[in-house]
């Protein structure tokens, strides 16, 4: 004898037929995702291992700046440029060291400018004299704790006719590159730059 089927089951009722399809995707996306979830559990262990093992990056904060930062930079010529910056409450100011007095001095500019964004600070100076005005950027980023890289783009324009370009200003421009280290103090790199090492 053959076992009947439930009459619900068995009738031409278009909603229970709708009821036992609806009732299957409802089990198939319940096994879904518990697998979905079980996978992002695992992606969000590993990007979590990965963050926490990862020891190559350094995060600057506006305090990261704060100090003297001082290198040599070079460019493409080989040609040799100091550069002596200090960070004050997120405010760069060049400075220079005067070799008749052993001494490092701020220089006086007409324009100074500071930004910081995360690992990047940029200072930009400009100064103008009689027929002459020049601007540098200093594009520094946070390489490591103590330790800047910088970039430098000198432009300077004078009123008088360029040789190259007849009926236009001379112009000309220069890049430098390479790293900044940070001091405590003026008086910890004098003492540094003084010394006979």
Known sequence: MKTSL???????NRFHSIFLK??????????MNKKASF?????????T???????GQHVAT???????????????KDSKLAVIVRVSNGTATRYNYNVDNNKIEKYDFLKEMTMIAGNNLSYTWMNKGGVWSETQTHM????APDMLKCRLIRQVTNTEESKDDPGMND?????????LDRFESIQ????FMNSDD
């Open 140 to 143: 520094m980023s946070y390489a």
């Open 62 to 76: 506006p305090n990261s700046y704060e100090g003297i930062w001082a290198g040599v930079l070079k460019n493409s």
């Open 49 to 55: 291992l990965l963050f926490l093992t990862a020891n």
């Open 171 to 179: 112009e000309w421009s220069t890049y430098f590159q390479g790293f």
């Open 22 to 31: 609806t009732k299957k995707i409802g089990l198939y996306f319940n096994t």
């Open 188 to 191: 910890e790199l004098e003492k």
């Open 39 to 47: 996978f992002k559990s695992m992606l969000v262990l590993i990007c």
């Open 6 to 12: 439930p009459i619900y089951l068995n009738s031409g």
